[in-house]
């Protein structure tokens, strides 16, 4: 299974120096603004960032998204990741854990409990993995592994369609994953790559009793055009090439899973790449905001540039919520945005 160790190389290396975004298609949050209060009757410094996510408190409703795994660059990745988040009490899910399971010799690359005792910390498997062997007894060796307050459970049957060894059999997943949920102990969260969540999907999870959705909506890294970087051959290229701008925008897509399902509560990522954009999100519906690029960057250096990205995250969301009149999150969720187009 060297070939999953040379694939995670191979993301980390084209997610820093390849153009992975898509074409025209974007995330939405240029589409809402909020509305200024010129009085906000707030005391900036009084502004709260607490929330609670699985019942485990939050300093602010920032998850590190799932990036990575699997090599030695994935475990310092992972390492200055989590340091950083202790730092801050925010939330991060580590990056597919098959890697660790198929070849045990890499999942102390997944490791990060001895430098973030006090995080919510996340799992992740690949669920289309249940109709290629895998079953809760791997589900319980991610979390035991990593000792996770929770499972990702990611969905990513684009990506696997334009890989060249892609696991593309989706059929039958929603009862697996309800098998898989009634038998776990920690809380089950599904979560697309980057195209988005639909009602259709969600309706489905919902019924599989999944306790969140992440919506990872389309408009910021399209795992398409990473595959395309990975591709063998010029057919393949082309093949990926044609799906950059599939997908659902991570604003619609909130949207689209509160409709469907308005008592699961949403995480927001997909091209979330500020402070503004998790308060914007919020306000959309979501419980917290998920970014991964700009601090797959900053991991690459050091826990202190981490760290530096996410003290400009949470400084942008503080005063954010300040302009907006927004005195904590519960009242960040009521704040109406304006739509500009």
């Given amino acids: 299974m060297a070939g999953i160790e040379t694939r995670k190389a191979d993301h980390i290396r084209i997610n820093l120096d390849e153009d992975v975004g898509f074409d025209r298609l974007t995330v939405g949050f240029e589409n809402y603004r909020f509305i200024h209060q010129a009085l906000p009757e707030l005391d900036l410094q009084a502004v709260d960032l607490t929330t609670r996510l699985f019942n485990k408190p939050l300093k602010a409703p920032v998850l590190i998204s799932s990036m990575t795994g699997g090599t030695e660059q994935a475990r310092q990745i992972n390492l200055n990741l989590a340091q950083a988040a202790q730092q801050y009490g925010v939330a991060m899910g580590l990056g597919s854990q098959r890697a660790g399971i198929v070849r045990p010799e890499t999942a102390a690359t997944f490791k990060v409990r001895h430098v973030a005792p006090d995080i919510l910390l996340f799992a992740n498997i690949g669920a289309v993995q249940f109709n290629y062997g895998f079953d809760v007894e791997q589900c319980y060796e991610a979390v035991e592994t990593i000792e996770a307050d929770a499972l990702i459970l990611?969905?990513?049957p684009l990506q696997e369609a334009v890989q060249p060894e892609g696991d593309v059999n989706f059929a039958g997943l929603a009862k697996?994953?309800?098998?898989?949920?009634?038998?776990?102990?920690?809380?089950?969260?599904?979560?697309?790559?980057?195209?988005?969540?639909?009602?259709?999907?969600?309706?489905?999870?919902?019924?599989?009793?999944?306790?969140?959705?992440?919506?990872?909506?389309?408009g910021g890294t399209s795992w398409s055009q990473v595959e395309l970087f990975r591709a063998p051959d010029e057919l393949h290229q082309r093949v990926a090439a044609a799906f950059r701008d599939w997908g659902i925008p991570t604003t619609e897509s909130i949207q689209m899973v509160k409709r469907a399902?308005?008592?699961?509560?949403?995480?927001?990522?997909?091209?979330?790449?500020?402070?503004?954009?998790?308060?914007?999100?919020?306000?959309?519906?979501?419980?917290?905001?998920?970014?991964a690029g700009p601090f797959l960057k900053a991991a690459t250096i050091s826990s202190e540039k981490v760290a530096e990205t996410l003290e400009e995250t949470v400084r942008v969301l503080r005063i954010a919520m300040f302009a907006a009149g927004a005195g904590n999150i519960e009242a960040l969720k009521q704040t109406p945005l304006v739509r500009v187009r």
């Fill in 154 to 156: 990611h969905l990513n």
């Fill in 176 to 218: 697996k994953i309800e098998g898989v949920v009634k038998r776990l102990k920690v809380p089950v969260i599904a979560k697309e790559v980057g195209w988005g969540i639909s009602e259709q999907a969600t309706r489905l999870l919902a019924e599989a009793g999944v306790a969140a959705i992440d919506v990872a909506g389309a």
């Fill in 261 to 291: 399902a308005p008592q699961l509560p949403v995480i927001a990522s997909g091209g979330l790449r500020s402070g503004i954009d998790i308060a914007k999100a919020i306000a959309l519906g979501a419980e917290i905001g998920g970014m």
